[in-house]
């Protein structure tokens, strides 16, 4: 059965590995220090699918306040296709609603077709005029 939860400080070392192996091309590797701050920051923030008791996903879900973001969609390639990212935004995104959020955005990395087109079938769009400028520190 999947059962999709937040993340336990003990299930930050798989996450770390699942973003580095099956995350997609990224700008910045998962660091294990950058997902115990986030955890600590914001305990709700980092959802994790388990499948069998499998960690097989994971999902940032983070909210500033103002802006609800979507950051490292992450499936175990040997669960694709199962409604493993499905089950992980549709909890993202109930946990936008009940923060306030009027809109949610997630981070594709340029070229990442597979994850382009699972966002456009949840029914995202592209948005063309806000470009974000970023900086690797």
Known sequence: MLVIRTATGDDLPAVVELWNTDGGPTRHAGQLAEAVVLVQRDPDALLVAELDGVLVGSLVAGWDGWRFH????????????RGVAT????????????????????????????????????????STGDRRWSKVL
Not at 112 to 125: I, K, L, Q, S, T
Request: no cysteine; proline share 0%; hydrophobic share 55%.
């Open 87 to 126: 089950a992980l935004l549709d909890s993202a995104i109930e946990r936008a609603g009940a923060l306030g959020a009027v809109a949610v955005d997630a981070m594709v990395h340029a070229g990442n077709v597979g994850a382009e087109h699972f966002w456009e079938r949840a029914g995202f769009d592209l």
């Open 70 to 81: 979507l950051y490292r969609l992450a499936v175990a390639s040997a669960y694709r296709r």
